[in-house]
């Protein structure tokens, strides 16, 4: 059993609205990991599923959950504020309610911090994307630590359940808003990343793939289904996985009876060379979609 008089290193915070389906696999996740020096915080945002009997069960089993409940749903951002003001460890890290850490991630991430003592820095690894049942997608690494920062008012490349950050500098720059930012705003991950930037620290990147980040299909009618099968594409273009992009996209065509402008130009790059592609991706695209949004905020 662990020492609950010891304070632990790491204080992992899940926010939770409706997440019964994949809540336990999350759980188990951090439950198996091979450094056991954690706490897990469960915040429950006015879950009206199986949510709150699950966390009960939780925390009967393992000492070392705890959970706080929301009097109104106020989304993750701040959610996880609540979760992390209680919090106990030095070490911030962050888990959704659909994605799962490999069981080495807080062994890797330990290891990161150990090897820099003083500085003030947050980190990320990269993420190995999964369907709804857990299938493997595609794994994506992240590019490295400068190119991050230069590109995030564009695009960001940090996956929020892959980062973590010392709770010293989550105090520093006042946490993540109060209010949840719209994600064609940016969202409130990359809201902190940039507070994390102008307050000096720097950014480590961990070279694995360490999260498994879940996105759904379920249904194409929705917009998030429309929106993760996009992303998808994006992915495999930017790993220059051309003829599963193309895939993904004749799968939309073939669900939704057409294919936007823009999705027909996706099409189209997925016949050019894969290098000039990646590039595309990466140094590009994420300019231009900046650039529309820009033009759109003014309108």
């Not at 198996?32 to 009960?56: A, H, K, Y």
């Amino acid at each position: 059993m662990p020492d609950l008089e010891a304070r632990p290193f790491f204080s992992v915070i899940l926010p939770v609205f409706n997440g019964q389906k994949y809540l336990r696999q999350s759980v188990d996740s951090v439950i198996r990991q091979t450094c056991d020096n954690w706490e897990l915080i469960i915040v429950d945002d006015v879950s009206t599923d199986g949510t709150p009997s699950m966390i009960r069960e939780f925390m009967a089993s393992d000492p070392r959950i705890r959970s706080i409940h929301n009097e109104i749903n106020i989304n993750c951002g701040p959610s996880a504020n609540r979760g992390i003001e209680i919090a106990r460890g030095q070490w911030i890290t962050r888990i959704d309610a659909d994605d799962r850490y490999k069981p080495e991630y807080l062994a890797e991430l330990f290891q990161a911090i150990r090897q820099r003592p003083g500085q003030d820095f947050f980190a990320s690894a990269g993420v190995a994307v999964i369907d709804s049942e857990g299938r493997s997608i595609v794994s994506m690494a992240l590019p490295p630590p400068k190119k991050i920062r230069r590109m995030l008012n564009a695009e960001n490349y940090l996956c929020h359940p892959a980062t973590s950050y010392p709770r010293a500098l989550w105090e520093k720059v006042g946490g993540y808003p109060p209010v949840q930012p719209d994600i064609k705003d940016g969202g409130d991950d990359r809201a902190l990343w940039n507070k994390f930037f102008k307050a000096g620290a720097g950014l480590v990147v961990l070279p694995k793939i360490l999260v498994e980040y879940r996105v759904h299909f379920s249904n194409m009618s929705y917009t998030a289904g429309y929106g993760n099968r996009e992303w998808i594409v994006s992915l495999y273009m930017k790993c220059g996985m051309l003829q599963n992009a193309r895939d993904e996209i004749l799968k939309t065509r073939s669900q939704e009876g057409r294919l936007k402008p823009k999705h027909r130009f996706y099409l189209f790059l997925t016949y050019w060379p894969s290098g000039l592609v990646r590039f595309l991706m990466w140094e590009v695209r994420p300019w231009i979609r900046f650039l529309m949004r820009r033009v759109r905020t003014r309108r």
